[in-house]
C-alpha cells in the first residue's frame, strides 16, 4: 500500500515505505489461537447444564473482550504504523486513536546505522539507528529489510 501522497509535500517522493515486521503479529495470533481453544473447550464443558446459555454468554463477552484488546487492537496499531523514507525526510506515523508523528530532515542526518540479532536475520527484519546533527540517535525497532532501507537511506543523505 502506498503511502498517502496528500501527506507528502509538493514535489516530494516516496523512495521507502514500510510497516513493522509481520514477526509483531505472532503473539497477537497466538492470544486468538489460544482464546478460541479455551473458550471452545469451557463452552462443551458446561453444554449439559441448565445455565449453559448464560455460561456461553459470558464465555462469549470475555473472549470478544480478550481478542479485541490482545488480537485486534495490535493488528489494527500494525496496520496504522509507517516508515517512510522520501527524497526529503525520513517520516514515522503511528497509533490508533491517537496519531504520533516524526519528520527527520534527510539533511540533518549525520549517520544511518542498523542491527540484527540471528532470529532478525533469518526473518530479514531488524533495528534501524539514525543519528542526526543533534547529536541523538533514534532507533527503529522491527524494520523488514533493514539492509535495505538502510542502504537506501544511505544513498538518500548521501546525494
Known sequence: MAYPDDLLAEGEQV???RRPHWKMLI????VLLL???VASF???LVSAQ???L???????????????????????????????VTDRRVLVREGVFTRQGMDIPLRRISSVQFRQGMLERLLGSGTLVVESDS????EFDDVP???RVHAVLYDQVER
Open 145 to 147: 529489510g533493514v539492509r
Open 54 to 84: 448464560w455460561a456461553w454468554l459470558a464465555l462469549a463477552v470475555a473472549g470478544l473482550a480478550l481478542v479485541g484488546r490482545f488480537t485486534a487492537y495490535p493488528v489494527v496499531r500494525w496496520r496504522t504504523t509507517h516508515f517512510v
Open 15 to 17: 523512495v521507502v515505505h
Open 27 to 30: 503473539g497477537p495470533v497466538c
Open 135 to 138: 547529536d541523538e540517535s533514534l
Open 50 to 52: 441448565s445455565w449453559a
Open 35 to 37: 482464546v478460541v481453544a
Open 42 to 44: 469451557l463452552a462443551a
